[in-house]
């Protein structure tokens, strides 16, 4: 018992409550869902796990996802497709920019579930710090990656013709595993500067800030749809994640080779674009590039005749 | 004034197909181009006899006389080729400054512009590509390729900011039988600007341009290994993508063979282009200049028989105007000139395998089993060698297979639509993602469709058009990477921080 209100002994003394009229408040659990379309249900299959940290306390009830929870939310991010990929970058900017506010306000909140989940406080803090600043430096690049990475080019015929990045379209994330915040930060950010939506399987062993993260994307001015997350297992779920037939994009975290074949395998069933990052550091800069919004864009080059460069005709 | 117009003469012609409209026969010449009779791998720089031991013939679709023979790869040949290829790789390649690898590459496009003739004749005769489609695009197109890509090699370190670049090591290549110069230039090019080398198979039906270009890298005295040219057909592709030694596969073909090769690379750290199957939509509204897009549309559709992976075999025409475009499409087809692709004013030549006809003809079979209403033209075809009819479908529903299937024919499905939704949602529906076209004298509309239009390439009042300096690749089932451009440096290239 006393293991299990160590966290909420911890929020009320965030809330400036004198900690000794703890023991005499029976404390509010919090119950941790997953997030679709903007909405917080519980898994459909109505089943949870209970992960535990170091010393053995139990964190929560998390829901164990299904493949229809992951089916929902694809549906989720595919209706979300057009409306964010249609928003002005500038506005895009602004989100992820409103994100980060809305994380920086409750860093106290993810620095404790951070230690319960056997960070340090200093580390803990650290980890917040990073992913807030990760937030702001994609806010950053939403309306300039664009001019980074498109070309006007100078054919020989008579054409105006040019090359720019667009979103590749919904993209199913397995986050990394080893942290509960940066890397699921890293990696979505990303992927929805550049307006792609996405499907996301948090951390199986500290899923905790996902769905506190999931909060802060509710109150942040995202679309509902653009992120879904999910709390579960990769073990069951990854093959769905890759299997789907609406789906234009996996990533993959993890160094687990045979899983890394089969998501390789199943992508080609309709030829996903497949991004594994398992050799990233995202505590370093090395976690943060415009390249990594490039992963998921598509180049589309389009043509337009010009009259009479150099003498020639239409050029139709 | 009124007066002056009620006396101007309309300058409208009517076509008239009752007259005369042959052309005298204006053949190129055979003489002009050399062929042997048998030709073996080239790797390491020499030609070498297969391992295998096997050859297969090579035939002219145009006359189904044998041309040549050329060797059959195996296993062990293949084995060969990227163990030269590595070679290269590790020993020259890699090491050598990137300002002497641009030269060799420049040198290269040289030579193939000089013999430009001979290769755009082979071209023509081992493939059955009209002759003014090789010698004013195919074979110029291939050389400005090397052109351009050489150039890059000495200056990748502005291509990418704030990052290094570093070459993949040995670069599987296989390119397919639609344009098969072209496509070893687009593969080969950027991967030796890069400082890659290669182990390339041309299509088995058109190996011959592709072992010309062999001779002209041997002549341009490339150190040996650097490229290695191999013909077989899907086996000794299959030995190249499964090779434990090769860091990279760029493959042009089928979208069915394309994901067969994302499952082989599957757990492998290969790299891989794909350029895969299309089934683009070109788009007509009301306010189109008709003339323009008809012509647009022929070009989109017959452009090399139809055997183009881009192809704008899917027509979408609004409603008000379909009966006048349809009418001056038949118009217009009536007077394509099929046959000899020898001759310089065949406007269509030889469908390139009897396979290749086969399947087109299942697909014509099926459209009229679908109950879409058919028209071809009248032009009377060889008695010998694959041909195949310009042919058009209309009253073709967005479920019809001959509008959801690549037929890689000259056979266009038109559909009808009435508003710009409407028709970017069947111009979407559908697997592929290549290319697209669009029609309309309108600016801000033709910025609506482009933008919305998921496609890799968007023609807009134009179609059909390539450049070296144009990235050209495909969204969804058309495959991914880039080839041209700046953008397809990136395929052949790690990014260092």
Same mark, same amino acid.
């Given at each position: 018992?006393?293991?299990?209100?160590?966290?909420?002994?911890?929020?009320?003394?965030?809330?400036?409550?004198?900690?000794?009229?703890?023991?005499?408040?029976?404390?509010?659990?919090?119950?941790?869902?997953?997030?679709?379309?903007?909405?917080?249900?519980?898994?459909?299959?109505?089943?949870?796990?209970?992960?535990? =940290?170091?010393?053995?306390?139990?964190?929560?009830?998390?829901?164990?996802?299904?493949?229809?929870?992951?089916?929902?939310?694809v549906?989720?991010?595919?209706?979300?497709?057009?409306?964010w990929?249609?928003?002005?970058?500038?506005?895009?900017?602004?989100?992820?920019?409103?994100?980060?506010?809305?994380?920086?306000?409750?860093?106290?909140?993810?620095?404790?579930?951070?230690?319960?989940?056997?960070?340090?406080?200093?580390?803990?803090?650290?980890?917040? =710090?990073?992913?807030?600043?990760?937030?702001?430096?994609?806010?950053?690049?939403?309306?300039?990656?664009?001019?980074?990475?498109?070309?006007?080019?100078?054919?020989?015929?008579?054409?105006?013709?040019?090359?720019?990045?667009?979103p590749?379209?919904?993209?199913?994330?397995?986050?990394?595993?080893?942290?509960?915040?940066?890397?699921?930060?890293?990696?979505?950010?990303p992927?929805?500067?550049?307006?792609?939506?996405?499907?996301?399987?948090?951390?199986?062993?500290?899923?905790?800030?996902?769905?506190?993260?999931?909060?802060?994307?509710?109150?942040?001015?995202?679309?509902?749809?653009?992120?879904?997350?999910?709390?579960?297992?990769?073990?069951?779920?990854?093959?769905?994640?890759?299997?789907?037939?609406?789906?234009?994009?996996?990533?993959y975290?993890?160094?687990?080779?045979?899983?890394?074949?089969?998501?390789?395998?199943?992508?080609?069933?309709?030829?996903?674009?497949?991004?594994?990052?398992?050799?990233?550091?995202?505590?370093?800069?090395?976690?943060?590039?415009?390249?990594?919004?490039?992963?998921?864009?598509?180049?589309?080059?389009?043509?337009?005749?010009?009259?009479?460069?150099?003498?020639?005709?239409?050029?139709? | 004034?009124?007066?002056?117009?009620?006396?101007?003469?309309?300058?409208t012609?009517?076509?008239?197909?009752?007259?005369?409209?042959?052309?005298?026969?204006a053949?190129?010449?055979?003489?002009?181009?050399?062929?042997?009779?048998q030709?073996?791998?080239?790797?390491?720089?020499?030609?070498?006899?297969?391992?295998?031991?096997?050859?297969?013939?090579?035939?002219?679709?145009?006359?189904?006389?044998?041309?040549?023979?050329?060797?059959?790869?195996?296993?062990?040949?293949?084995?060969?080729?990227?163990?030269?290829?590595?070679?290269?790789?590790?020993?020259?390649?890699?090491?050598?400054? @990137?300002?002497?690898?641009?030269?060799?590459?420049?040198?290269?496009?040289?030579?193939?512009?000089e013999?430009?003739?001979?290769l755009?004749?082979?071209?023509?005769?081992?493939?059955?590509?009209?002759?003014?489609?090789?010698?004013?695009?195919d074979?110029?197109?291939?050389?400005n390729?090397?052109?351009?890509?050489a150039?890059w090699?000495?200056?990748?370190?502005?291509?990418?900011?704030?990052?290094?670049?570093?070459?993949?090591?040995?670069?599987?290549?296989?390119?397919?039988?639609?344009?098969?110069?072209?496509?070893?230039?687009?593969?080969?090019?950027?991967?030796?600007?890069?400082?890659?080398?290669?182990?390339?198979?041309?299509?088995?039906?058109?190996?011959?341009?592709?072992?010309?270009?062999?001779?002209?890298?041997?002549?341009?005295d490339?150190?040996?290994?650097?490229?290695?040219?191999?013909?077989?057909?899907?086996?000794?592709?299959? @030995?190249?993508?499964?090779?434990?030694?090769?860091?990279?596969?760029?493959?042009?073909?089928?979208?069915?063979?394309?994901?067969?090769?994302?499952?082989?690379?599957?757990?492998?750290?290969?790299?891989?282009?794909?350029?895969?199957?299309?089934?683009?939509?070109?788009?007509i509204?009301?306010?189109?200049?008709?003339?323009?897009?008809?012509?647009?549309?022929?070009?989109?559709?017959?452009?090399?028989?139809?055997?183009?992976?881009?192809?704008?075999?899917?027509?979408?025409?609004?409603?008000?105007?379909?009966?006048?475009?349809?009418?001056?499409?038949?118009?217009?087809?009536?007077?394509?000139?099929?046959?000899?692709?020898?001759?310089?004013?065949?406007?269509?030549?030889?469908?390139?395998?009897?396979?290749?006809?086969?399947?087109?003809?299942?697909?014509?079979?099926?459209?009229?089993?679908?109950?879409?209403?058919?028209?071809?033209?009248?032009?009377?075809?060889?008695?010998?060698?694959?041909?195949?009819?310009?042919?058009?479908?209309?009253?073709?529903?967005?479920?019809?297979?001959?509008?959801?299937?690549?037929?890689?024919?000259?056979?266009?499905?038109?559909?009808?639509?009435?508003?710009?939704?409407?028709?970017?949602?069947?111009?979407?529906?559908?697997?592929?993602?290549l290319?697209a076209?669009?029609?309309?004298?309108?600016?801000?509309?033709?910025?609506?469709?482009?933008?919305?239009?998921?496609?890799?390439?968007?023609?807009?009042?134009?179609?059909?058009?390539?450049?070296?300096?144009?990235?050209?690749?495909?969204?969804?089932?058309?495959?991914?990477?880039?080839?041209?451009?700046?953008?397809?440096?990136?395929?052949?290239?790690?990014?260092?921080?």
């Amino acid at each position: 018992m006393e293991k299990t209100i160590k966290k909420s002994a911890l929020s009320i003394s965030e809330n400036g409550l004198e900690k000794k009229n703890s023991s005499k408040r029976l404390e509010v659990l919090k119950t941790y869902k997953i997030y679709i379309g903007g909405q917080f249900p519980r898994t459909e299959s109505g089943r949870y796990y209970m992960p535990a =940290n170091a010393a053995g306390t139990k964190l929560a009830n998390i829901c164990l996802s299904s493949r229809k929870d992951f089916r929902d939310a694809v549906v989720a991010a595919r209706a979300a497709v057009s409306g964010w990929s249609g928003r002005a970058a500038f506005n895009r900017s602004q989100v992820l920019y409103r994100m980060a506010e809305m994380l920086e306000g409750r860093k106290a909140q993810f620095i404790q579930e951070l230690v319960l989940q056997d960070s340090t406080k200093a580390k803990a803090e650290k980890e917040v =710090n990073l992913a807030i600043d990760r937030l702001i430096h994609y806010a950053g690049w939403c309306d300039k990656f664009q001019q980074l990475f498109s070309a006007v080019n100078p054919v020989a015929s008579s054409h105006f013709n040019f090359s720019v990045p667009e979103p590749t379209g919904v993209v199913s994330i397995i986050a990394p595993q080893g942290d509960s915040l940066l890397g699921l930060v890293s990696v979505i950010a990303p992927v929805i500067a550049g307006g792609n939506t996405c499907v996301v399987l948090a951390s199986e062993t500290k899923p905790l800030c996902s769905v506190t993260f999931a909060e802060v994307l509710n109150s942040s001015d995202l679309p509902g749809g653009v992120v879904n997350i999910l709390t579960g297992k990769p073990a069951e779920l990854a093959s769905w994640f890759v299997d789907h037939m609406d789906v234009n994009a996996t990533i993959y975290c993890e160094n687990n080779s045979d899983r890394r074949k089969m998501i390789r395998e199943k992508s080609a069933t309709n030829l996903k674009r497949v991004i594994f990052y398992d050799k990233i550091n995202w505590y370093s800069d090395e976690g943060q590039s415009p390249y990594f919004i490039m992963d998921t864009q598509e180049i589309k080059t389009t043509w337009h005749p010009v009259e009479n460069i150099a003498g020639a005709g239409g050029g139709y | 004034m009124a007066k002056a117009i009620a006396k101007k003469k309309s300058n409208t012609i009517k076509l008239k197909f009752d007259t005369s409209w042959s052309y005298a026969p204006a053949p190129e010449s055979k003489s002009a181009a050399t062929i042997n009779k048998q030709y073996n791998l080239f790797i390491n720089g020499a030609w070498q006899q297969p391992l295998s031991k096997k050859y297969f013939d090579t035939i002219n679709p145009a006359t189904e006389e044998k041309l040549s023979e050329v060797a059959e790869a195996g296993a062990a040949d293949v084995d060969k080729a990227v163990k030269a290829a590595r070679n290269a790789y590790e020993k020259v390649w890699k090491k050598m400054p @990137a300002k002497e690898r641009a030269k060799y590459i420049f040198r290269i496009a040289r030579l193939m512009q000089e013999k430009a003739r001979e290769l755009a004749i082979i071209e023509t005769l081992d493939g059955g590509k009209p002759i003014k489609e090789s010698r004013d695009f195919d074979v110029p197109t291939a050389a400005n390729h090397l052109f351009y890509y050489a150039g890059w090699a000495d200056k990748l370190a502005y291509a990418f900011p704030n990052r290094k670049t570093e070459p993949l090591g040995v670069a599987g290549q296989i390119t397919p039988w639609n344009f098969p110069l072209l496509m070893a230039s687009w593969k080969i090019a950027p991967a030796l600007a890069t400082g890659n080398t290669v182990v390339l198979k041309p299509a088995e039906t058109t190996s011959l341009t592709t072992l010309k270009l062999a001779e002209i890298i041997q002549e341009a005295d490339l150190p040996p290994g650097v490229v290695n040219i191999i013909t077989g057909a899907g086996e000794t592709g299959a @030995a190249i993508v499964n090779h434990a030694d090769v860091n990279k596969i760029a493959f042009t073909g089928s979208t069915n063979v394309g994901k067969i090769i994302q499952r082989a690379i599957a757990g492998t750290g290969k790299k891989a282009t794909l350029e895969l199957g299309g089934k683009a939509a070109n788009i007509i509204f009301e306010d189109a200049p008709i003339d323009q897009a008809v012509e647009g549309v022929v070009n989109a559709i017959f452009f090399n028989q139809g055997h183009v992976c881009c192809a704008g075999s899917r027509l979408y025409v609004q409603e008000s105007i379909a009966k006048e475009v349809i009418r001056k499409l038949r118009d217009r087809m009536q007077t394509l000139i099929v046959g000899d692709p020898m001759d310089k004013n065949t406007d269509i030549g030889a469908i390139n395998s009897k396979e290749q006809l086969q399947i087109i003809q299942k697909y014509i079979a099926i459209g009229k089993k679908e109950g879409a209403e058919m028209y071809e033209s009248s032009c009377r075809l060889p008695t010998k060698g694959f041909w195949c009819r310009p042919t058009i479908f209309s009253n073709v529903a967005q479920s019809n297979r001959i509008a959801q299937e690549e037929i890689f024919g000259p056979v266009l499905s038109i559909l009808t639509f009435r508003t710009d939704d409407e028709v970017i949602e069947k111009a979407n529906n559908s697997p592929y993602g290549l290319s697209a076209g669009v029609w309309t004298d309108k600016g801000s509309k033709i910025f609506n469709m482009t933008k919305r239009m998921r496609a890799g390439v968007v023609w807009a009042n134009t179609f059909n058009k390539f450049d070296p300096t144009s990235p050209f690749g495909g969204y969804k089932e058309s495959g991914y990477g880039r080839e041209g451009g700046l953008h397809g440096l990136l395929p052949y290239l790690n990014l260092i921080n």
